[in-house]
């Protein structure tokens, strides 16, 4: 057997093994971004780039309330949504993307969030990432979306070593089943946000310590 294909099944092998891991610790696995509907998750989502959970959570009430779908935020200035969410970081260009991609879903969507990843990734503030989020969360479309957590963990646990997000998304992939990449996506999450953090990972009994190619580092 090839040294390439011994390795490819040493990893098939081991994501194996942390995806029985993930089930047991997170069998309820989702994202902890409060919304009720397609719209405010693609609202939540936008924001919490280079932002926390919890910031999102905390300023999003208010702006639901006052901007409860795309028709309401598609009448606003970037200047009316500002003070909404002004303790996120990248206030000032996140409202000018949200007034901006709320207009494009009335104009192009009837005010709905499309499903189609394309068309997702056509609006304003919506990338990749973000795109495969939604589709995830609000539609059940397969995939994973890689943010800092992932890369760390993807890394740590010698899944990949892929530079940018969607190679190591698409090599995550190819490890897990099509039916579990959502799952995998917000259990990763949840795993690198509490447990095996950037600066001070909780080793000492971690559940996947022996699968961890960075024991012993912290």
């Known amino acids: 057997m090839e040294p390439g294909a ?3 099944d040493d990893k098939a ?3 194996g093994r942390v ?3 993930l089930e047991q610790l997170y069998p309820q696995a989702a994202t902890e971004l409060v919304h009720r509907n397609p719209f405010e998750l693609l609202v939540a989502t936008v924001l919490s780039a280079q932002a926390t959970d919890a910031a999102v959570n905390k300023a999003t009430p208010a702006l639901f309330q006052r901007f409860p779908d795309a028709f309401a935020l598609a009448q606003a200035t ?7 969410i002004r303790h996120i970081g990248l206030y000032r260009a ?3 993307n ?6 494009r879903l009335v104009e192009q969507h009837g005010g709905q ?3 189609d990843k394309a068309q997702l990734q056509a609006l304003p503030g919506v990338g990749w990432k973000t795109a495969t989020v939604v589709l995830g969360a609000a539609f059940g479309v397969p995939g994973i979306a890689v943010d800092t957590h992932i890369t760390r963990l993807a890394r740590r646990l010698g899944l990949s070593e892929a530079k940018t997000p969607e190679r190591i998304g698409a090599e995550l992939e190819r490890l897990f089943p099509r039916e579990k990449w959502v799952f995998v996506h917000h259990a990763l999450i949840l795993f690198g946000r509490y447990h ?3 600066r001070k990972p909780k080793c000492g009994g971690c559940p996947l310590y022996t699968d961890c190619l960075s024991k012993g580092r912290y």
């Open 6 to 8: 011994v390795e490819s």
């Open 13 to 15: 092998r081991r994501a």
């Open 19 to 21: 995806l029985a891991v």
């Open 78 to 84: 970037p200047e009316a949504v500002e003070p909404y």
């Open 94 to 96: 996140k409202a000018k």
């Open 98 to 103: 949200l007034v901006a991609l709320a207009r």
């Open 113 to 115: 969030v499309p499903s």
């Open 196 to 198: 095996c953090t950037a």
